[in-house]
T-cell receptor, first 116, second 111 residues
């Protein structure tokens, strides 16, 4: 079990640029989640995949944000035309999807985005 | 959405037990109670979860009130490594994507 990995760990960009983050879930985990966390706050849910299907998107996910999980394995989160308000920690989590006892989500270390 | 209420911060002495409370008065019958914690500069880490009965694992114990409107996470002997933000979250059975984190409780452990 190698855990959830995210790349890059840190990203500094200028306002208006596009950025893309990658998440590799625990192998064989069917569910993958993206969260955003700002300083002093708990993680906020952004979106969720069951295999390759994106099943839920938060209203926080504006049209500048897009997420994919093309083969049901790794996922990417892209932010277009970044704004300073996008500066945050972006967290990825995965779970096995074997509900019945409350699925446990396993989180990656996060990607810290700074928009200058 | 069912919400949880936790104290903003708590302090404990090393090697003493810690009781972290959580109120969830609007919990529904299918909501699981999850606890996660987040150490500095890391992603959240699962601690424990339960539905109705008290639960124990190697990390902690979860005591759930009989009416399920509150719960308490118990760390039996706090260590300096337990200093973290602890989140109490409700998630729907068969709908785990509905996890909403609050601000959590920041636990400080004093040596």
């Amino acid at each position: 079990d190698t855990g959830v990995s995210q790349d890059p760990r840190h990203k500094i960009t200028k306002r208006g640029q596009n950025v893309t983050f990658r998440c590799d879930p625990i192998s064989e985990h069917n569910r993958l989640y993206w969260y955003r966390q700002t300083l002093g706050q708990g993680p906020e849910f952004l979106t969720y995949f069951q295999n390759e299907a994106q099943l839920e998107k938060s209203r926080l996910l504006s049209d500048r944000f897009s997420a994919e999980r093309p083969k049901g394995s790794f996922s990417t989160l892209e932010i277009q035309r970044t704004e300073q308000g996008d500066s945050a920690m972006y967290l990825c989590a995965s779970s096995s999807g074997t509900s019945g006892r409350g699925d446990t989500q396993y989180f990656g270390p996060g990607t810290r985005l700074t928009v200058l | 959405d069912a919400k949880t209420t936790q104290p903003n911060s708590m302090e404990s002495n090393e090697e003493e037990p810690v009781h972290l409370p959580c109120n969830h008065s609007t919990i529904s019958g299918t909501d699981y109670i999850h606890w996660y914690r987040q150490l500095p500069s890391q992603g959240p880490e699962y601690v424990i979860h339960g539905l109705t009965s008290n639960v124990n694992n190697r990390m902690a114990s979860l005591a759930i009130a009989e009416d399920r409107k509150s719960s308490t996470l118990i760390l039996h002997r706090a260590t300096l490594r337990d200093a973290a933000v602890y989140y109490c979250i409700l998630s729907r059975l068969y709908n785990n994507n509905d996890m909403r984190f609050g601000a959590g409780t920041r636990l400080t452990v004093k040596p």
